[in-house]
């Protein structure tokens, strides 16, 4: 009975949401940097992240980005899914998170962190749902609400997404409309 009631308080914070703000490197990202011989760097996102993160546009969220590091590729990434705030440099993600938000005068319960490493930790301790990917550090997963079943960059974003929209319940509401526009509810 108690690991129900555990999953039913994690359940009911994840429907209280109104942002989800996330790290990038080892969150969106696998994790791994290239860096060539001019300085350029790549980073890999994952597509199905991508369009999980626009179904929670679609049901009304408001996404952010808070990361130690700075990359011309988050801007452009963070710009093509809409995200509403990108903090780059932030080396106190606490502070940041509290700060962003006081700007858009958001509870930070009303606010889900993801997360994988040690500097994540104030952030996610602060907001009201803390998320951790598969692949993140022990001491992140042992303090999360929820962590994914699969890694960083590979869908996990995606799958916290669903999580998410099922506890609204609004995950099943989004397919019907996708299936409708498709047509695919139509047979001849």
Known sequence: MEAAARADAVRQRAAALT??????????????IYIGPTGEAMKAFSVRDGFGLTL???AGFKLAIITARRSAIVELRAAELRFDAVIQGAHDKRAALL????????????????????????????AGFAAAVADAVDEVRGRAHWVSTLPAGRGAVRELAEFILDCRGELKTLLARRLTAAGAGQTS
């Open 99 to 126: 700060k962003l938000c006081g700007e858009h005068s958001v509870q930070p319960q009303q606010v889900g962190f993801v997360g994988d490493d040690w500097p994540d930790l104030p952030a996610m301790l602060s």
């Open 19 to 32: 942002w989800l703000v996330l790290d990038v490197d080892g969150t969106l990202t696998d994790g791994h």
């Open 56 to 58: 929670l546009r679609e």
